[in-house]
Antibody, heavy 122, light 107 residues
């Protein structure tokens, strides 16, 4: 069974940093690109970033380039999102999501974690 | 950037109704469109990918069609479990953009 479990969210002051993690199991982690998607309270979904299965290529939403860094450790089956200089508008539930197809990069997302809430507030 | 719009933003319907949601892309995305269902406090659930391919385990009352810039999600006979928010998503090229969502509520 595929499982994705996010952690690392919490309350952080504006300008602060957080690193989110997503522990994956139940599939060949290094064969799939992985994504982060966020959802502000009561709002829609916003795709954040994708990283290829090998970790060799990363892509970001234009509005977030330079703000977040996606990475992965295939030896630990874990995806990361390093978030720096956080702003109030980064407050959201952050989901990790798996690409449906092995050959894709930012595809449809067939499995999602339950999400971790990041709150940026003083 | 590709922009996605959905209509209507809210849809009131009864159990047994046929409902249709429209999604439009700001440029040609061929067939690279997916649909998701989201219920309160839960992550989205993939319903349809590549415009019309039904995800495993999704009931056949859901269907998708379209190409290029205009797409539809149809539910042939609305069931109580279908009251939720539906999002479309384009994935044309190493990027993804979601539509703003359509809330399907009980009439």
């Amino acid at each position: 069974e595929v499982q994705l479990l996010e952690s690392g969210g919490g309350l952080v002051q504006p300008g602060g940093s957080l690193r989110l993690s997503c522990a994956a199991s139940g599939f060949s982690f290094n064969a799939y690109a992985m994504n982060w998607v966020r959802q502000a309270p009561g709002k829609g979904l916003e795709w954040v970033s994708v990283i290829t299965g090998s970790g060799g290529n990363t892509y970001y939403a234009d509005s977030l380039k330079g703000h977040f860094t996606i990475s992965r450790d295939n030896s630990k089956n874990t995806l990361y999102l390093q978030m720096n200089n956080l702003r109030a508008e980064d407050t959201a539930v952050y989901y990790c999501a798996k690409d449906r197809f092995m050959t894709a990069v930012a595809d449809s997302f067939d499995y999602w974690g339950q999400g971790t809430l990041v709150t940026v507030s003083s | 950037d590709i922009q996605m719009t959905q209509s209507p933003s809210t849809l009131s319907a009864s159990v047994g109704d046929r409902v249709t949601i429209t999604c439009r892309a700001s440029q040609n995305i061929k067939v690279w469109l997916a649909w998701y269902q989201q219920k309160s406090g839960k992550p989205p659930k993939l319903l349809i990918y590549e415009t019309s391919r039904l995800e495993r385990g999704v009931p056949s009352r859901f269907s998708g069609s379209g190409s290029g810039t205009e797409f539809t999600l149809s539910i042939s006979s609305l069931q109580p479990d279908d009251f939720a928010i539906y999002f479309c998503q384009e994935y044309f090229y190493r990027n993804a953009t979601f539509g703003p969502g359509t809330k399907v509520e009980i009439k």
